[in-house]
């Protein structure tokens, strides 16, 4: 797809989410976050919204389900889906193999800057990533940054089991002393040399 074609990419560190996802930052700009995508076989995003962010997938590799407003679609190798901001979605792969997309965030608002901190947290320790620890450092600190959050459960129940899971990561990153990695990382921002 022409989007992708135009922009300047470099390849950073991939970050794992769980050992079901992996995101590797290729581009981040005032407007636009891009990324490589790869999802695990059986792995699924449960079903969200971006309140002001729109959405492209480009599948690279394999193939992987969308459910979009309901519609459930697939998607293989070549094409291009968009999720309009604020469109409920969910996405998995159901595949038997693992399925790749690079992804358009525009406009990205704190998008990038999420993954920023998680690159900043492997930078400081390389073995974090893939755990559940990294993750929840990622939201900790960007919360403690006030960074707006990109993406929402698209209804009460989801938004109130979200809440209610971020209770205890919050006390115990409070508890533990995760406002450290925060005021590091905001040393980080202040002396790092613009992209």
Known sequence: ????????????P????????????LL????????NWELTPGHAVI?????????????TAGEVTFKI???????KKGETIRIAKGIP????NISKENATCKVLYYPAGDQGKFFDIGLFILKEKPKANGSAAMVFKMMFVSKQ???KEFSTPPNAAGKLFFAALWAPIKLYGTLTGWSKITQRYKIYKTNAVPQ
């Open 47 to 59: 079903e969200h919204i971006h309140p002001d962010v729109e959405e492209v997938f480009e599948i």
């Open 69 to 75: 407003q309901g519609n459930t679609m697939l998607a």
């Open 14 to 25: 991939t970050l794992c989410f769980f050992g079901k996802e992996y995101f590797t930052p």
């Open 89 to 92: 979605h969910e996405i998995k």
């Open 1 to 12: 797809m022409a989007i992708f074609a135009i922009m300047n990419e470099q390849q950073y």
């Open 145 to 147: 940054m006030n960074y």
């Open 28 to 35: 981040f700009a005032d407007n636009t976050f891009v990324f």
